[in-house]
């Protein structure tokens, strides 16, 4: 389990193709000594296991299923990714659960200058949009973020000055693939209703 509060921007520094799954070296500023083979850390929002480690990188590797189903099949060496490690017992919760499962993918649509912060319109798959409410939470790409409006399979988010100085949203552009995990109270929410 993830809060959606990112602690580093990490850098794809290699890309290896086995079969249909992908290899990806990422470089990091975690103490890599504090970080065990088999650990779980979220890039870019999808939880991936640790399997190689070094002195200020990790390893993981990403199925074809997880590439099918998230922006990461775009992955490029170079690439900086917002990352995260797993939560433990204690530990404060200053997004929202995030479980690094990630629903879709959404597309930023607009982008626009509002005071010192930046609003975002993003477009949801036509499934996960009646997740989204507003002043509800979404993880993009693992980011916790606050819904400001809804419209139909649009919806929008502000991004304050700190967000992007400490994530890779500074360099959000429209068109951009983002991964999208609707909030897990919510989906039970809806799972409740749809039962009675």
């Known amino acids: 389990m993830f809060t959606g509060i990112i602690t580093d921007i990490g850098r794809i520094a290699a890309l290896a193709r086995e079969k249909e799954d992908l290899r990806a070296r ?59 490690r797993a939560l433990r017992v204690g530990d404060e919760l200053g997004g929202h659960i995030v479980s690094g499962h990630v629903d879709g993918i959404a597309e930023v649509t607009g982008r626009r200058e509002e005071g010192g912060s930046t609003r975002l319109t993003l477009r949801a798959p036509a499934a996960l949009a009646r997740f989204i ?50 909030d897990t109270l919510a989906r039970y929410v809806a799972r409740l209703a749809e039962a009675g």
């Open 26 to 84: 990422i470089e990091t500023g975690y103490d890599t000594d504090s970080i065990a083979i088999g650990a779980s850390i979220a890039c870019d929002g999808v939880c991936l296991t640790v399997v190689t480690l070094g002195a200020d990188w990790f390893e993981v590797d990403v199925s074809a299923e997880t590439l099918a189903r998230t922006n990461l099949d775009g992955w490029a060496e170079g690439r900086r990714v917002n990352l995260e």
């Open 133 to 182: 409410a507003p002043k509800g939470s979404v993880a993009l790409n693992g980011t916790s973020l606050t819904v400001n409006e809804v419209a139909g399979d649009t919806f929008g988010v502000n991004l304050i000055p700190h967000t992007q100085a400490v994530t890779t949203w500074g360099g959000v552009r429209t068109g951009d693939r983002v991964n999208l995990e609707i």
